[in-house]
């Protein structure tokens, strides 16, 4: 193979595209402000921005701040970012200040595009958006871009860090593929362009890393600028959807959706939902709903220590489980550092398969938790069983040790997400002069449910679920836990606030 093969890019790629097929939709970008782009256009104003931004000084190895919400100007920033070489930092756009500072000192971007450019030294998207189209055909070819993208962490636990895990815009082989070849996204084998839709936050590297990894697999996406379930509904029926990936507070909303039973979901070929803190009785219905071959459960996480997935059908086996380790051997360790027998919970920790180190990178003050022998953990606690199967309980930070015992925050969510009245819930634990820390749950109720008298119903329905010194011994009612559109907590500053209540 030609060096120049070697390196073909994304952008390549896509410009390879673009020139099969000009006219056909990539891209439609949904609700009042949004468009539709065709291949064509796709890359002329890609090819029209990556000029403007190599005369703002952006060059191969610089970085891009796109502090934006889902929207054109997301998906054009970024191509022309890495049309010249450049790495991504995606941002919330609604990131205090202070921790945008940090986060922005960490990654000192050449350039930041924001909705209005209302910061000093900041881009406005429109300004952005007002380059003038230009043939990619006149321009040098694309340059590879590694690291391809820099994600912000650690706001929810501890000072804001950013990772930058190993990979870079080089096209490789074959896309992503499950056991036996089979993409996770959809059968693409005969170019019929198959439709993802696009319904998480492009800040979360999930959604960032499907959107560009689909595109380039010649798919034509649709996005959608914010979460809402019967809209999303709408369009798997109107689109023809052949797959999207939601996180588990997308999945409980959409089977609180009064049509879900009436929907036509039949186009989706894979479903991929993050597994982790999805209660058994949500997994169950959804795959109800979708279909055990359909749903697609996967784990991993920022720092790229590893990936598993596992089919619903095969999850009905071994409910609970997000499959076997693909990239790395893992083990479960106590808190000394010693491996526990299969089945016994403990930190997972991963090594990658064959030796060697991992290759991901921190920015600022993290270390990641770390064994002899090249053994890594962000923190996650789990058990594997004699198979090599993985089953997530919970992050070591959320656990509460209450009266000497362990209560998994996931376990008593889950089981008070089984109750009618409950929307939305955070389990957390504060000081307690008796148990050390008590289970305090922060509930968020159905619009139908009266408050009256429902903390003593929510404490039977746990103990009837869970052993009862996991119930929550306090409960407090709310409109909003403040999630992200990730579905992401702040569980510390939900402790602090309630701490400093009582101080």
């Given at each position: 193979?030609?060096?120049?093969?070697?390196?073909?890019?994304?952008?390549?790629?896509?410009?390879?595209?673009?020139?099969?097929?000009?006219?056909?939709?990539?891209?439609?970008?949904?609700?009042?402000?949004?468009?539709?782009?065709?291949?064509?256009?796709?890359?002329?104003?890609?090819?029209?921005?990556?000029?403007?931004?190599a005369?703002?000084?952006?060059?191969?190895?610089?970085?891009?701040?796109?502090?934006?919400?889902?929207?054109?100007?997301?998906?054009?920033?970024?191509?022309?970012?890495?049309?010249?070489?450049?790495?991504?930092?995606?941002?919330?756009?609604?990131?205090?200040?202070?921790?945008?500072?940090?986060?922005?000192?960490?990654?000192?971007?050449?350039?930041?595009?924001?909705?209005?450019g209302?910061?000093?030294?900041?881009?406005?998207?429109?300004?952005?958006?007002?380059?003038?189209?230009?043939?990619?055909?006149?321009?040098?070819?694309p340059?590879?871009?590694?690291?391809?993208?820099?994600?912000?962490?650690?706001?929810?636990?501890?000072?804001?860090?950013?990772?930058?895990?190993?990979?870079?815009?080089?096209?490789?082989?074959?896309?992503?593929?499950?056991?036996?070849?089979?993409?996770?996204?959809?059968d693409?084998?005969?170019?019929?362009?198959?439709?993802?839709?696009?319904?998480?936050?492009?800040?979360?590297?999930?959604?960032?890393?499907l959107?560009?990894?689909?595109?380039?697999?010649?798919?034509?996406?649709?996005?959608?600028?914010?979460?809402?379930?019967?809209?999303?509904?709408?369009?798997?029926?109107?689109?023809?959807?052949?797959?999207?990936?939601?996180?588990?507070?997308?999945?409980?909303?959409?089977?609180?959706?009064?049509?879900?039973?009436?929907?036509?979901?039949s186009?989706?070929?894979?479903?991929?939902?993050?597994?982790?803190?999805?209660?058994?009785?949500a997994?169950?219905?959804?795959?109800?709903?979708?279909?055990?071959?359909?749903?697609?459960?996967?784990?991993g996480?920022?720092?790229?220590?590893?990936a598993?997935?596992?089919?619903?059908?095969?999850?009905?086996?071994?409910?609970?489980?997000?499959?076997?380790?693909?990239?790395?051997?893992?083990?479960?360790?106590?808190?000394?550092?010693?491996e526990?027998?299969?089945?016994?919970?403990?930190?997972?920790?991963?090594?990658?398969k064959?030796?060697?180190?991992?290759?991901?990178?921190?920015?600022?003050?993290a270390?990641?938790?770390?064994?002899?022998?090249?053994?890594?953990?962000?923190?996650?606690?789990?058990r594997?069983?004699?198979?090599?199967?993985?089953?997530?309980?919970?992050?070591?930070?959320?656990?509460?040790?209450?009266?000497?015992a362990?209560?998994?925050?996931?376990?008593?969510?889950?089981?008070?997400?089984?109750?009618?009245?409950?929307?939305?819930?955070?389990?957390?634990?504060?000081?307690?002069?008796?148990w050390?820390?008590?289970?305090?749950?922060?509930?968020?109720?159905?619009?139908?449910?009266?408050?009256?008298?429902l903390?003593?119903?929510?404490?039977?329905?746990?103990?009837?679920?869970?052993?009862?010194?996991?119930?929550?011994?306090?409960?407090?009612?709310?409109?909003?836990?403040?999630r992200?559109?990730?579905?992401?907590?702040?569980?510390?500053?939900?402790?602090?606030?309630?701490?400093?209540?009582?101080?």
């Amino acid at each position: 193979m030609a060096a120049s093969e070697q390196c073909e890019t994304w952008l390549d790629r896509i410009e390879a595209l673009a020139r099969e097929h000009p006219d056909l939709t990539a891209i439609t970008i949904t609700g009042d402000d949004g468009e539709t782009l065709s291949w064509r256009d796709l890359t002329w104003r890609i090819a029209g921005i990556a000029q403007l931004f190599a005369e703002r000084g952006v060059q191969q190895g610089s970085t891009v701040c796109l502090r934006l919400p889902n929207c054109t100007a997301f998906v054009l920033g970024a191509f022309a970012a890495w049309r010249l070489g450049a790495t991504i930092l995606p941002l919330r756009w609604d990131m205090p200040p202070p921790e945008r500072a940090h986060v922005l000192k960490l990654g000192q971007p050449v350039v930041i595009v924001s909705e209005q450019g209302d910061v000093e030294g900041e881009l406005a998207a429109s300004t952005m958006l007002a380059a003038p189209p230009i043939d990619p055909a006149s321009l040098p070819p694309p340059l590879p871009a590694s690291p391809a993208w820099m994600i912000a962490s650690g706001g929810s636990t501890g000072t804001p860090k950013l990772i930058s895990p190993d990979g870079d815009t080089v096209l490789g082989e074959g896309g992503m593929r499950v056991s036996g070849g089979q993409s996770l996204f959809a059968d693409n084998s005969d170019h019929r362009h198959p439709v993802h839709l696009v319904c998480a936050p492009l800040y979360h590297t999930h959604a960032f890393s499907l959107l560009f990894r689909t595109l380039v697999e010649d798919f034509r996406l649709v996005l959608m600028p914010k979460f809402d379930a019967e809209c999303f509904l709408d369009l798997v029926e109107q689109e023809h959807v052949n797959f999207f990936a939601i996180v588990p507070t997308m999945v409980i909303r959409l089977l609180a959706s009064p049509t879900i039973k009436d929907r036509d979901l039949s186009s989706v070929e894979n479903a991929i939902l993050g597994a982790g803190a999805t209660p058994e009785w949500a997994v169950r219905q959804w795959i109800d709903v979708i279909g055990g071959d359909t749903l697609l459960m996967g784990y991993g996480m920022s720092e790229g220590l590893t990936a598993s997935f596992i089919r619903g059908s095969e999850w009905l086996e071994r409910p609970g489980s997000v499959g076997q380790s693909i990239l790395a051997d893992v083990r479960v360790s106590d808190e000394d550092g010693n491996e526990v027998q299969a089945g016994e919970v403990g930190e997972l920790y991963f090594r990658p398969k064959g030796g060697g180190e991992h290759a991901f990178r921190y920015f600022g003050d993290a270390k990641i938790r770390s064994l002899p022998g090249g053994w890594a953990s962000v923190g996650d606690l789990g058990r594997v069983d004699a198979d090599g199967y993985m089953f997530i309980v919970d992050r070591r930070t959320d656990m509460i040790v209450s009266g000497g015992a362990n209560v998994f925050v996931s376990e008593v969510e889950g089981a008070l997400l089984g109750h009618d009245g409950v929307a939305d819930v955070a389990v957390i634990g504060l000081p307690d002069l008796e148990w050390g820390r008590r289970v305090h749950a922060i509930v968020v109720l159905k619009d139908s449910a009266d408050p009256d008298g429902l903390e003593d119903e929510l404490r039977s329905h746990c103990k009837t679920r869970l052993a009862s010194y996991k119930a929550p011994r306090t409960v407090e009612f709310v409109d909003d836990l403040g999630r992200s559109e990730a579905g992401k907590l702040n569980r510390q500053a939900l402790v602090r606030a309630r701490e400093e209540e009582n101080t």
